[in-house]
């Protein structure tokens, strides 16, 4: 299954963006009940996990960082997932990354994710 992140760009420091991720054609239903990540990777550092979701939106959780700025959600209708960015930072800059998890819940665990999209660059200027 290949994931497709969009949404990312470069943007002030205090600024907002969303970001998408879509399984496009044949693999849309693939990852209607599966939970949902997204991850971010800046340059020299670990990939991380940024929010998760459960299958049906119920449950997300989110790395420290980013809680209260940033929202996880999901439209199953259209088996897109959404990272609402606010009051982005410099130190949000980064390749966005969404991922679909092997089970249906909302993990921390990047072990936890099998199928990846090609990133999304989002650059934060101060």
């Known amino acids: 299954v290949q994931l497709q992140a969009s949404g990312g760009g470069l943007v002030q420091a205090g600024g907002s963006l969303r970001l998408s991720c879509a399984a496009p054609?044949?693999?849309?239903?693939?990852?209607?009940?599966?939970?949902m990540g997204w991850f971010r990777q800046a340059p020299g550092k670990e990939r991380e996990i940024v929010a998760a979701?459960?299958?049906?939106?119920?449950?997300?959780t989110y790395t420290d960082s980013v809680k209260g700025r940033f929202t996880i959600s999901r439209d199953r209708s259209k088996n897109t997932v959404y990272l609402q960015m606010d009051s982005l930072r410099p130190e949000d800059t980064a390749v966005y990354y969404c991922a679909a998890a092997r089970g249906s819940t909302a993990s921390s665990d990047t072990a936890s994710y099998a199928y990846w999209g090609q990133g999304t660059l989002v650059t934060v200027s101060s």
């Open positions: 979701i459960n299958w049906n939106g119920g449950s997300t």
């Open positions: 054609g044949r693999y849309s239903r693939t990852i209607s009940n599966n939970g």
